[in-house]
């Protein structure tokens, strides 16, 4: 069956430490976006990309960085820049026809120790 | 910017009906979508409607869209403990956008 899927579930951090989020689809969408979620305030965009090799900023980029080699990968780099990266990261693609809904993972609980 | 509202919280009883409402912001939306969150996990489509409908029915789930007050709700009839869940209204403006509320939390007691 096609989704997305997002690893790892957990991942812990030290200060000072940068991280990389991976998310993987094989449903041949061409747009992946990646999404954080604090407690109450819903989700906020990262990053988003269309098409392979091109991506664009989100709302809160900063202390993000992203890559598209591949249409089924869309890895997120949470750097050092980001100064409270604690979070739910949440990666999605979205069908490219009829309603353009997203599809999403299941996310990644991100934790700074 | 304008935010997608939703009320944060709903409390109902076993087998009551539920009813979440959103206020959207662009009257040029497209579609508009329901998405419900469990505990720990993505967010999985329930429904979306079409900016030319005004209502939506499939199985317990009916949506319901007012465009001139652009105003959202989605009822769920029968609500059952496996319903509880977080749920986040959506709006969709062009194919490379979409918005999110904040999401309401619905509570389902016994």
């Known amino acids: 069956d096609g989704g997305i899927t997002q690893s790892p579930k957990y991942l812990f951090r030290k200060e000072g430490q940068n991280v990389t989020l991976s998310c993987e689809q094989n449903?041949?969408?061409?747009?992946m976006y990646w999404y954080r979620q604090d407690p109450g305030q819903g989700l906020r965009l990262i990053y988003y990309?269309?098409?392979?090799?091109?991506?664009q900023k989100g709302d809160i980029a900063e202390g993000y960085s992203v890559s598209r080699e591949k249409k089924e990968s869309f890895p997120l780099t949470v750097t050092s820049a980001q100064k409270n990266p604690t979070a739910f990261y949440l990666c999605a693609s979205r069908r490219d026809r009829g309603d353009y809904g997203y599809t999403f993972g299941s996310g990644t609980r991100l934790t700074v120790v | 910017g304008e935010d997608v509202e939703q009320s944060l919280f709903l409390s109902v009883r076993e087998g009551d009906s539920s009813v979440i409402n959103c206020t959207y912001t662009?009257?040029?939306?497209?579609?508009l979508y329901w998405y419900k969150q469990e505990p720990g996990a993505g967010l999985q489509l329930l429904t979306y409607i079409f900016s030319n409908m005004d209502m939506k029915q499939d199985q317990r789930l009916t949506v319901l869209l007012n465009k001139k007050d652009k105003h959202l709700s989605l009822r769920i009839a029968d609500t059952q403990t496996g319903d509880s869940a977080i749920y986040f209204c959506a709006e969709s403006i062009y194919r490379n956008d979409m918005r999110f509320g904040a999401g309401t939390r619905l509570t389902v007691k016994p």
């Open positions: 990309s269309q098409i392979v090799n091109d991506f």
């Open positions: 662009d009257s040029s939306s497209t579609y």
């Open positions: 449903l041949n969408h061409d747009a």
